[in-house]
């Protein structure tokens, strides 16, 4: 067994000259392409134990007796792989923003205000199916230094294990009909309109919760494993 | 054909601690934050460590890193339960100089593959997570199939570490004359 090879042509280049810092920070050689072995086809384990209930709610997993400023919403989706099986007991970790678009990070100094009840990172297992859900505040948009005007859109930062260490994946989940979407650097680094479009999630309105919260729905695909039907190689290699 | 294509990925950002490493970036909210536990004293293997820097293309350490370490335990064994030595660790780098340390325990050969740990990089600018090896310079790595699937013989030298008797530097060049063999795997 092993995995279905990276597409590269559809993950963003190391080298997006529009989003600066990655000038100095791409690779320029080629990368040494090879099938996984062992030590990318195995990867961490986590179960129940490692985290504690409460911590896919950043509404209250952070709140100093308030509820956070911001949208209410909750983020579900599932985790499958690229033959459409899902992948079930797989951590999957976020960060975000607050509702101003301001981190709680000692090196975030936008003007926007921290918000005391908000953290701005939740983590889960999904489920048997594949699934998982966040509930949270839609994080606002924000500048960062590229071009002297550039806006990130509203995101949040989504991580993903797998079973496998060569399926770990790192993304951002945008919300659908935001106007900041087309003029983003790092978007625009995805050279592919329809690799885009599976950032963009879908508002959900019917898990929303009326009176409560709104839902976006985000599904996340991770590299499939094929079967190696006629092996000519030993175990171990 | 009804495959699906894979999630494109993103850059972590500036700000991955908040995610994956809540206490670097300021603020205490996990009872227990996952990848920092150093190894239980049970577990078998020689201890050693692991320092480097990552160096970007202006020769500037990178300081806003975050690495995984995946690796074998002492008898080249990878683990496939909660209860065995994890084998997977987060390691943040010092925010001012960008020096990491790592501690964990010499990984055992695992069939034809010489020891090594498996690296993964992520940061700002760093638009799809780089994976690497760490290999160990005073261990056989001759037959190992992936430094030996390096062309250039000087390139292998970029995932040899240096050091000796459970002391290791490490230092992951992104760019440059010694630039590190980065895997797509
Ligand atoms: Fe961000």
């Known amino acids: 067994m092993t995995l279905y090879q990276r597409d590269r042509t559809w993950h963003p280049p190391a080298l997006a000259p529009d989003y600066k810092t990655s000038v100095a920070r791409s690779p320029r050689q080629a990368m040494l392409s090879l099938d996984a072995t062992a030590s990318e086809l195995s990867g961490p384990r986590f179960g129940h134990g490692d985290i504690a209930p409460g911590e896919n709610d950043l509404i209250t997993n952070y709140a100093q007796g308030g509820d956070p400023v911001g949208e209410r919403i909750i983020v579900h989706g599932r985790v499958l792989d690229e033959n459409r099986r899902p992948v079930p007991h797989t951590l999957v970790e976020i960060w975000q923003a607050n509702a101003g678009g301001r981190y709680r990070h000692k090196k975030d100094q936008y003007l926007a205000a921290i918000d005391p009840n908000f953290g701005g990172c939740g983590r889960t297992l999904t489920d048997e199916n594949g699934a998982y859900a966040f509930r949270t505040i839609k994080p606002g948009a924000y500048p960062w230094r590229n071009w002297v005007n550039n806006w990130r859109p509203a995101h949040i930062h989504v991580s993903v294990f797998g079973h496998s260490f060569g399926q770990r994946l790192i993304t951002q989940m945008y919300f659908e009909g935001d106007p900041l979407i087309a003029h983003c650097p790092i978007v625009k680094s995805i050279p592919d309109p329809r690799a885009i479009e599976a950032l963009i999630a879908p508002l959900d309105l019917n898990e929303a919760k009326p009176l409560d919260c709104l839902a976006y729905r985000f599904d996340i695909v991770l590299r499939g494993r094929r079967s190696t039907f006629f092996e000519n190689r030993p175990e171990g290699n | ?185």
């Open chain 2, 1 to 185: 054909m009804d495959y699906l294509k894979e999630t494109p990925s993103q850059t972590a950002g500036p700000y991955v601690h908040i995610g994956l490493a809540p206490a670097a970036a300021g603020f205490d909210i996990y009872e227990h934050e996952l990848g920092f536990d150093p190894v239980p004293e049970g577990v078998p293997g020689e201890r050693i460590t692991v320092t480097g820097r990552v160096i970007d293309g202006m020769g500037a350490p990178v300081k806003d890193v975050l690495i995984e370490v995946w690796q074998a335990d002492a008898s080249g064994r990878y683990a496939d339960s909660p209860e065995d030595f994890r084998g997977w660790f987060r390691v943040v780098p010092d925010f001012e100089t960008g020096v990491f340390t790592l501690n964990t325990i010499r990984p055992g050969a695992h069939g034809r593959h010489a020891p090594h740990l498996s690296l993964w990089l992520v940061a700002r600018g760093i638009n799809v997570g780089l994976q690497t090896r760490m290999y160990f310079p005073d261990a056989d790595n001759a037959a190992d199939p992936v430094l030996n699937l390096i062309e250039q013989p000087h390139r292998r030298e970029s995932l040899i570490a240096t050091g000796e008797s459970g002391a290791y530097n490490f230092d992951i060049h992104l760019q440059g004359e010694k630039e590190t063999v980065f895997l797509d795997v």
